[in-house]
């Protein structure tokens, strides 16, 4: 069963366009256009979407409170921490993308990824994502390969 606060539906997906500034291994550092998604039917999760126009996009969804934590301050690990940008890199936040082929760094506005959290958080609060939750939903896509 789900429960969608009033107002949900208009709001429901939130995306926000952004650029990001992608830096890996010993390469030059290269803005490239992204995306930040918020869904309520996922409510504990975003989706950081990052790719160059008319290529494939590489998407890496991850917890939303590890996002919003890595505005104050460094959390996270294995394949996603998140980072504030600190003395060196003011009004940034830094977003370490692991994988077995390799690791990315992404630079994106500290302001732009808040501005994306509040928006989110006005959806579903903190706290509340239990609340947004399919369950019949999920148990029956638990139950699809018993048969």
């Given amino acids: 069963m789900r429960h969608e606060p009033t107002g949900a539906a208009d709001e429901d997906p939130i995306v ?29 999760a975003v989706c950081l979407s990052v790719g160059a126009p008319f290529a494939s996009r590489v998407d890496w969804v991850f917890a939303r409170s590890l996002l919003a934590r890595g505005l104050r301050r460094a959390t996270g690990s294995g394949d996603v921490v998140v980072l504030p940008g600190g003395r060196w890199r003011p009004g940034r936040v830094r977003i370490l993308l692991r994988a077995r082929s390799g690791a990315a760094l992404l630079e994106v506005a500290s302001a732009t990824v808040a501005a994306f959290l509040h928006r989110a958080d006005a959806l579903v609060p903190p706290g509340t994502e239990h609340r947004h939750i399919d369950l019949d939903r999920v148990v029956e896509q638990l139950m699809a390969g018993s048969e």
Avoid: M, Q
């Fill in 16 to 44: 926000c366009a952004t650029s990001v500034r992608v830096t890996v291994a010993d390469e030059v550092p290269i803005p490239l256009p992204a995306e930040l998604r918020f869904s309520a039917t996922d409510p504990y």
